[in-house]
């Protein structure tokens, strides 16, 4: 008969044997580029940057870039654009005719070698916005390959279904030979032109074992930078490094209309720091060029908010974005399909990002993914009206108080974690926080205290 330490024996091996199934692992499995730590992001509208709507054009704004504190240049896609059912006198720029082409408006193969190599030498970095869900009309591989399109009932090729894009058919991703193809073009922009990796146009439309493949074989190439159009978990497993942040815009903007109260910029990260993998970074905006194309301007979004959601967006975790001529004040909504120039002049706003982009390069409290500080919520007395938070790395910490209301407020805090002495970042006042600190804060406004 068993003795009775046999069970015992049995149950500490069998143990042994599983406990490998109960340790945690990282959600993220792929790696950052090292040089994303603490960047910031810009998104570039090639066509209406200048008058010359050009690469080389465009290169001679790089130093005030550079100046502005942008590390990652985002290049609206590049490639030639379908003329066939063209919406516009110049067509959509994600209507795309040739995934290996360059479009010749805005110059040559060339020009855009040389726009990479010079950000290169800036110590800035560039990626391709990259449409894989969907060519155009007459994109080349519809004479070649007709079979890597999906059909509509009829057997002919057909728009992205249930969406109104009439200038573009989609792709079918269910063929090998169509992946096979189009892994290979997002290698070819980097073995020719030297980018450093992509913004996917509508991610979540593509399956995600196809991104997932790819991004194993770019990173073979070079260590690269992935952005996708989307703000799905499962895609910062294996493929991306960013998605988009697009509940926080509509939470701001749901404050700035008066639908709702700064409690609920609290309940959204209540919500998406408990939810969301730790080492994911999402990518933080008041504009890019869909929201100012078609849902009017950043003014007429935010109004007298805007600037306390520009510091929100650049101070809570994850990658603040600009969109080309936000720094100048941009009070248009670009024309998408037509030629329709920014103009360049000096405003409020572009020094506001350039000081908050100083900060967040300096400060590792800021930066991104695990290189940064987690936000730690400071409860206070005005929920309603101020949203506050303190986060800390290293030797660095930052406490920012925002005031989302009309009116002036006086608020005290009930929480230790932001004790100390700071330095505020706009008046360079010194102040120090003591368990009976209250903080006064005008309508609209905004406080960055930085520890000494």
């Not at 100012?292 to 950043?298: C, G, L, Q, R």
């Not at 974005?321 to 706003?349: C, M, N, P, T, V």
């Amino acid at each position: 008969m068993p003795t009775s330490a046999q069970p015992v024996v049995a149950f500490q091996q069998a143990e042994s044997t599983n406990k490998k199934h109960y340790q945690p692992k990282p959600f993220v499995e792929l790696t950052h580029p090292q040089w994303c730590k603490n960047a910031t992001i810009y998104e570039v509208n090639i066509r209406q940057y200048t008058q010359e709507g050009t690469f080389k054009a465009f290169a001679e704004h790089l130093p005030r870039l550079q100046k502005l504190g942008v590390d990652i240049l985002w290049l609206m896609p590049i490639h030639p654009i379908g003329e066939e059912k063209r919406k516009g006198d110049k067509g959509s720029a994600y209507s795309v005719k040739d995934y290996k082409a360059v479009n010749p408006d805005y110059g040559t193969l060339a020009d855009l070698k040389s726009l990479v190599a010079k950000a290169h030498s800036m110590g800035m970095y560039v990626i391709l916005d990259w449409v894989a869900n969907h060519s155009a009309w007459d994109n080349v591989l519809t004479k070649t390959n007709p079979e890597w399109y999906s059909k509509d009932h009829n057997g002919n090729f057909q728009p992205t279904p249930w969406w109104d894009w009439s200038d573009i058919i989609d792709f079918d991703y269910s063929n090998p030979q169509m992946r096979e193809y189009m892994t290979g073009a997002l290698k070819y922009w980097l073995e020719e032109a030297d980018i450093d990796g992509y913004r996917a146009d509508v991610a979540g439309f593509v399956p995600t074992d196809f991104w997932d493949n790819a991004r194993q074989e770019l990173d073979a190439i070079k260590p690269v930078f992935m952005l996708a159009e989307w703000d799905a978990r499962d895609l910062h497993k294996n493929s991306f490094d960013m998605t988009y942040a697009w509940s926080l815009h509509e939470e701001m903007h749901n404050v700035a209309m008066g639908k709702k109260n700064a409690s609920a910029i609290y309940l959204h990260f209540a919500h998406i720091l408990n939810s969301w993998p730790d080492n994911a970074i999402l990518m933080n905006f008041v504009d890019n060029h869909d929201k100012n194309s078609w849902d009017k301007t950043m003014f007429e979004r935010f109004g007298d908010y805007l600037h306390t959601c520009i510091v929100l967006t650049a101070m809570v975790e994850g990658m603040p974005l600009i969109y080309s001529g936000q720094e100048a004040g941009l009070d248009k909504a670009l024309a998408f399909f037509d030629k329709d120039q920014i103009i360049w002049q000096e405003h409020a706003i572009g020094k506001l990002y350039q000081q908050l982009f100083t900060l967040k390069h300096n400060n590792q409290a800021l930066w991104n993914g695990d290189w940064g500080g987690k936000m730690i919520p400071v409860v206070n007395n005005k929920p309603e009206a101020i949203f506050s938070f303190v986060r800390e790395k290293a030797q660095d910490k930052v406490f920012v108080v925002l005031n989302f209301s009309d009116k002036q407020q006086t608020v005290s805090f009930n929480e230790n974690i932001q004790l100390g002495c700071y330095q505020e970042l706009f008046s360079q006042a010194s102040v120090t926080f003591e368990q009976d600190s209250t903080d006064t804060i005008e309508a609209f406004g905004y406080r960055v205290y930085v520890q000494k």
